[in-house]
């Protein structure tokens, strides 16, 4: 269905503004659909990155300016998703030795063990949003995207 039909529009729309809206109301469905995969497991998209960043490191720690700077939602608020983490055991947070006002986080085996039960339901969500885009399609959007972002 075409932008103008999902949003009921009558009047006549811009293609820039047909992008943009076709964008916006893309992003939602998408976030939505995500965002239900998520709910059994009681953490939003915005847990589910912090834990995804942290299982990237391995072990190590990570403090909270390097996993704001990783976070797809730029605007989160950091401090206050990894208090949720925490009361979940999901993750462990301890002050950097060398620099008391730093502190640093990692991810506990409760955290991996929710990302590994995740990971094949995101793997097959994925596959369900692009399933109809040939690979050749997928790579034209990943570059028009990109290309969005260049401003």
Same mark, same amino acid.
Request: some cysteine.
């Given at each position: 269905?075409?932008?103008?039909?999902?949003?009921?529009?009558?009047?006549?729309?811009?293609?820039?503004?047909?992008?943009?809206?076709?964008?916006?109301?893309?992003?939602?469905?998408?976030?939505?659909?995500?965002?239900?995969? #998520?709910?059994?497991?009681?953490?939003?998209?915005?847990?589910?990155?912090?834990?995804?960043?942290?299982?990237?490191?391995?072990?190590?720690? #990570?403090?909270?300016?390097?996993?704001?700077?990783?976070?797809?939602?730029?605007?989160?608020?950091?401090?206050?998703?990894?208090?949720?983490?925490? #009361?979940?055991?999901?993750?462990?947070?301890?002050?950097?030795? &060398?620099?008391?006002?730093?502190?640093?986080?990692?991810?506990?085996?409760?955290?991996?063990?929710?990302?590994?039960?995740?990971?094949?339901?995101?793997?097959?969500?994925?596959?369900?949003?692009?399933? &109809?885009?040939?690979?050749?399609?997928?790579?034209?959007?990943? &570059?028009?995207?990109?290309?969005?972002?260049?401003?």
């Amino acid at each position: 269905m075409n932008i103008e039909a999902e949003i009921k529009s009558t009047v006549k729309l811009s293609i820039t503004k047909k992008v943009m809206l076709n964008l916006t109301f893309t992003r939602n469905f998408i976030s939505d659909k995500f965002s239900e995969l #998520l709910k059994p497991y009681e953490i939003s998209s915005e847990q589910y990155n912090v834990l995804r960043i942290l299982r990237g490191q391995k072990g190590k720690h #990570l403090n909270m300016q390097d996993i704001q700077e990783r976070m797809i939602t730029k605007n989160s608020n950091t401090t206050r998703l990894i208090d949720k983490l925490l #009361l979940k055991d999901m993750v462990k947070r301890n002050t950097c030795p &060398n620099n008391r006002r730093k502190i640093e986080v990692n991810i506990t085996q409760k955290g991996l063990d929710v990302l590994s039960e995740l990971d094949p339901i995101i793997e097959e969500h994925d596959k369900i949003f692009t399933k &109809n885009l040939s690979n050749l399609e997928l790579e034209q959007l990943n &570059n028009l995207l990109e290309k969005l972002r260049e401003i």
